[in-house]
């Protein structure tokens, strides 16, 4: 455990909050799919005075002396990252997964030109074009959604779009669907109009590497972007993969494939960022380094087994999920059309007796994004603390007892201990 002694000691309030934040994830269950705990090594690395050093440019072309140690890091990170995805060129420099995927945008296009994303209630991401960001005013955003009868992305729609629209960028990733792509398909389609195709694998990042899911590389897509933390189990930042060219310049755009490292290099800085945080990239590097070994092989498979089982659990107890189960990491229950409470209410609910979720929407919610009807719950982080199958099933009874004792602030007071209770049988990581 990294010593805070000088912390308590020239600032005893924020060490307070920190110590109320390590209780709170200890004595708790972190459920939220987007979410994971980094081991001691991530946490140590991201501590080092490695945070005191400017490193504007990219290895061997820096802007500022000093760097024999910082250019041997991140080469590491690339390195690393390129044989966990099996990429030809990789970015780690992105602050987040938002920024590079703002990068991929502005490497590519130029204002007015079009994407092809997925809806925002279909499970999308806000970076895939949703009208409250700014990314919405710049590029022409149109949409596909899932075949709300099967759970699958609608791909016959996709395709319909993307004919009548031309696009010049096909981006399939999610941040709440609970099954894998069709990358084969959507490759095709991005090659039948001239456009490059692009996934966003932010929550599967590590399931991906692991090969527990379809690797896009594998079928022929051109760009990879995604968070390091989630499934990955790094520190919070981004990332930026590319592999491969074509033999002719895509018919809707002049710049070519080839070009596809040079150009991103250039958005991300100095277009788009100054000086890399150097600290983040050195835990970065600690994490690839975590993801390549066998143990994060088991991590990832167990982490498949255990959404397979919670959510089959849940169904059981009377919960009615998204697509009926899941495919990968997480799942959605559909709270409204489960026990008439709204997603918001579940996710309060839960926080009471320790279990951390996050409310979201279902496909064609009707209901407004700070209340939706869903809520979506994954298990990345519970698996890093070591839980399994039998677990699952104990969490998912959880869940429904606080749905049934739900105007019982006593009964819920004694799920609570008998949860903190639970889960000190597996302690943090680190």
């Not at 895939?128 to 960001?133: D, E, I, L, R």
């Not at 709270?335 to 929407?361: P, Y």
Request: proline share 4%.
């Amino acid at each position: 455990m990294i010593d805070y002694k000088s912390l308590r000691k020239i600032d005893p309030l924020l060490f307070n909050i920190l110590q109320a934040e390590v209780r709170r994830q200890s004595d708790g269950l972190e459920l939220i799919a987007s979410e994971n705990y980094v081991s001691t090594a991530v946490l140590e690395a991201l501590g080092t005075v490695f945070t005191n050093k400017y490193s504007e440019g990219y290895p061997g072309k820096r802007y500022y002396g000093g760097q024999e140690n910082t250019d041997q890091i991140e080469t590491i990170a690339i390195e690393r990252a390129k044989t966990l995805f099996k990429c030809d060129h990789a970015n780690v420099q992105p602050l987040s997964g938002a920024i590079a995927n703002t990068a991929v945008y502005f490497s590519w296009l130029e204002p007015g030109d079009t994407v092809l994303g997925m809806r925002l209630d279909h499970g999308g991401h806000l970076t895939h074009g949703s009208p409250v960001t700014k990314l919405a005013k710049l590029f022409n955003f149109v949409r596909y959604g899932i075949d709300t009868e099967t759970g699958d992305i609608d791909y016959n729609q996709l395709r319909d779009i993307a004919l009548k629209n031309q696009p010049k960028l096909i981006l399939v990733g999610y941040s709440a669907y609970t099954r894998d792509i069709d990358y084969g398909f959507v490759k095709s389609v991005a090659d039948e109009v001239g456009a490059v195709a692009w996934a966003d694998i932010a929550h599967i990042a590590g399931l991906v590497a692991a090969g527990e899911m379809r690797n896009p590389f594998d079928y022929g897509f051109q760009i990879v972007s995604t968070t390091t933390h989630k499934t990955l189990r790094g520190p919070r930042g981004g990332m930026i993969l590319t592999k491969g060219v074509v033999s002719n310049p895509l018919k809707n755009v002049e710049k070519k494939v080839e070009n596809l490292p040079t150009l991103i290099d250039r958005t991300v800085f100095p277009g788009l960022q100054g000086g890399p945080l150097m600290n983040i990239i050195f835990a970065k590097a600690v994490a690839f380094q975590e993801a390549l070994q066998p143990e994060f092989k088991e991590y990832a498979k167990q982490v498949m087994r255990n959404a397979k089982v919670l959510a089959q659990e849940l169904t059981n107890l009377g919960f009615k999920l998204v697509t009926g189960g899941t495919e990968n990491h997480m799942m959605i229950i559909d709270a409204i059309a489960s026990f008439g409470l709204s997603g918001g209410e579940l996710e309060v609910l839960l926080d009471k007796i320790g279990l951390t979720a996050s409310k979201s929407m279902v496909p064609d919610d009707t209901r407004s994004p700070f209340d939706p009807s869903g809520l979506r719950i994954g298990t990345p982080a519970i698996t890093t603390r070591g839980m399994k199958e039998d677990s699952m099933l104990q969490i998912a009874k959880w869940i429904r007892h606080v749905v049934d004792i739900r105007h019982d602030e006593r009964q819920i007071q004694l799920l609570r201990d008998e949860v903190r209770e639970y889960v000190r049988n597996f302690p943090l990581p680190s």
